[in-house]
C-alpha cells in the first residue's frame, strides 16, 4: 500500500501511522482540533512507588513519534466533507483552516508565545513530546482582525498564519478511523450533583487536576461507579470498561500523596483490566483506600460538605460525607461520530461506536468500543497491518 489516511490523531490514531508508515506506507493525518494527542494530554501519570501500567508515558512516547517520522504527515484543524470509494482509490475531499503550526518544522524556540499579542499560542512538554497549538478562539484572526506577528517571530517558517480556508483532496489505498470518544456528561443524572455542587467532578476532570497539582481538594475524597455506564435506564447497558482502573489507580495516587487522606471506592463489581489486577486492588487496599460495594443514589449539600446516600434493598439506605465526590463517567462515540460513519460507510452498534471494518475502511481504538490505553494502541496497529494486508 502506497499512502493511507488516518482519521484522528489521538493513541491510536498514532499508533495506526506509526505501523504503517514503518511497513512503508505515506500516511496522512487528520485532525480536527489544532492539537495532536487527544485526550492523553490531560491523562496524569499514576505512579506511585512503581509504574501503574497506564500506559501514559507510553503514549506520550508513541505521538512524539508519528510527529517526527518523515513519512507521516499530520493536518491539524482539517474537517473531512466527502469520500469517494468509485474509483481505484479512495478520494477524500478535506478543508482545512489557519493558523496552524507545523510541528515537524517547529524547533521549540518559544518566540510565537513572546510575539502573539492575545496569548492564543500555547506550549505542550511531557515526557519527550514537545508541542505548540493556537487556540483559534482567542486569535485575532478568529474575530477577523490581520495578524501574522507568530508567522514572522518563527525562524523556521512553521506557522500559517493565514485564516482562510484551504480545500485539498486526498487520495488513499486506505483509510484508517480513529477518532475516538467523549466522555459521558453526567447532567443528565441530576441527582449525583454535578455542575450543581462544588466538590463534585467527573474522572477526566480529575485526571487533569492531577497532572498539575498533588490532591483534588479536602481530606476526604470519593470515586462513584459505573456513571454513565450499565444503566438500561439511559440506554447505555455496557460497562466502559477502563472506568475501574483509572479510579482506582487515581485512589492509590491520592492515598499515596496524601497518606491521611479518606479515600473510598463506591463500585458495583470491580472489572478485571490486568493481568495482575488481583495484586494492585489487594495493594490499593493495603495503602489504605476502602473499596465499598454499592452505587449512590444521590449527592446533596451538607454543612460544606458533599453527603452522599446509598440505596440497598437488603440493609436499607446509607449516608456518608466527604469533600470531594469523583465520578468515574463512561465512554461514549465521539461528537459527530454520525456522520464520519455516513462519509466512510462504517456501521455503528446500539450503542453508536463503529464497526471495525467497511471494505478498505478500517475503525480502531476507542470509537470501536471502551479501551484502555494500552488496548488503544494495540487495536491501531492491529488495524493498520490488517489494512495493509487487504489493500494490496
Given at each position: 500500500m502506497k499512502h493511507a489516511l488516518v482519521v484522528g490523531a489521538g493513541v491510536a490514531g498514532c499508533s495506526a501511522a506509526l505501523e504503517l508508515a514503518r511497513c512503508g506506507t505515506s500516511v496522512t493525518i487528520l485532525e480536527r482540533s489544532s492539537r495532536v494527542g487527544g485526550k492523553v494530554l490531560s491523562y496524569c501519570c499514576k505512579a506511585t512507588d512503581s509504574c501503574s501500567r497506564c500506559g501514559v508515558c507510553i503514549a506520550h512516547e508513541t505521538i512524539a513519534e508519528a510527529i517526527r517520522h518523515p513519512k507521516i504527515r499530520l493536518l491539524t484543524n482539517a474537517k473531512i466533507e466527502s469520500a469517494d470509494d468509485s474509483g481505484a482509490r479512495f478520494s477524500t475531499k478535506v478543508?482545512?483552516?489557519g493558523p496552524r503550526i507545523d510541528l515537524r518544522a517547529c524547533i521549540d524556540c518559544g518566540k510565537c508565545l513572546d510575539a502573539c499579542p492575545q496569548k492564543?499560542?500555547?506550549?505542550?512538554?511531557?515526557?519527550?513530546l514537545v508541542?505548540?497549538?493556537v487556540d483559534i478562539s482567542a486569535c485575532n484572526l478568529s474575530n477577523r482582525r490581520e495578524c501574522t506577528l507568530c508567522a514572522k517571530a518563527c525562524p523556521v517558517d512553521a506557522i500559517d498564519a493565514s485564516?482562510?480556508?484551504q480545500a485539498m483532496r486526498i487520495s488513499a489505498d486506505g483509510v484508517l478511523v480513529a477518532t475516538g470518544h467523549e466522555?459521558?456528561?453526567p447532567v443528565v443524572k441530576p441527582r449525583l450533583g454535578y455542575r450543581r455542587l462544588p466538590g463534585v467532578m467527573t474522572g477526566f476532570e480529575a485526571e487533569q487536576?492531577?497532572?498539575?497539582?498533588?490532591?483534588l481538594g479536602g481530606s476526604s475524597v470519593a470515586f462513584v461507579q459505573c456513571v454513565g455506564s450499565r444503566d438500561p435506564s439511559l440506554c447505555r447497558n455496557f460497562c466502559s470498561s477502563i472506568c475501574c482502573a483509572y479510579a482506582l489507580r487515581m485512589a492509590r495516587v491520592l492515598k499515596t500523596r496524601n497518606p491521611g487522606a479518606d479515600v473510598t471506592v463506591y463500585y458495583i463489581d470491580i472489572q478485571h483490566f490486568d493481568k495482575v489486577q488481583s495484586s494492585f486492588r489487594a495493594g490499593v487496599e493495603r495503602a489504605g483506600v476502602k473499596l465499598v460495594r454499592g452505587i449512590p443514589s444521590s449527592v446533596s449539600p451538607s454543612g460544606g460538605r458533599v453527603e452522599i446516600t446509598i440505596d440497598d434493598p437488603a440493609t436499607g439506605s446509607t449516608t456518608a460525607l466527604h469533600d470531594t465526590v469523583v465520578l468515574s463517567v463512561g465512554m461514549q462515540p465521539a461528537d459527530g461520530a454520525e456522520d464520519?460513519?455516513?462519509v466512510?460507510?462504517?456501521?455503528r452498534s446500539e450503542f453508536g461506536f463503529f464497526d471495525a471494518a467497511a471494505g478498505r475502511v478500517r475503525a480502531a481504538g476507542t470509537c470501536v468500543e471502551p479501551q484502555g490505553m494500552i488496548e488503544a494502541m494495540a487495536s491501531g496497529r492491529a488495524a493498520a497491518l490488517e489494512l495493509s494486508g487487504g489493500a494490496r
Open positions: 478543508t482545512v483552516s492564543a499560542i500555547s506550549r505542550y512538554s511531557r515526557a519527550g508541542q505548540y497549538s485564516s482562510r480556508m466522555t459521558f456528561d487536576a492531577l497532572s498539575g497539582k498533588l490532591d464520519i460513519a455516513g466512510f460507510g462504517l456501521g
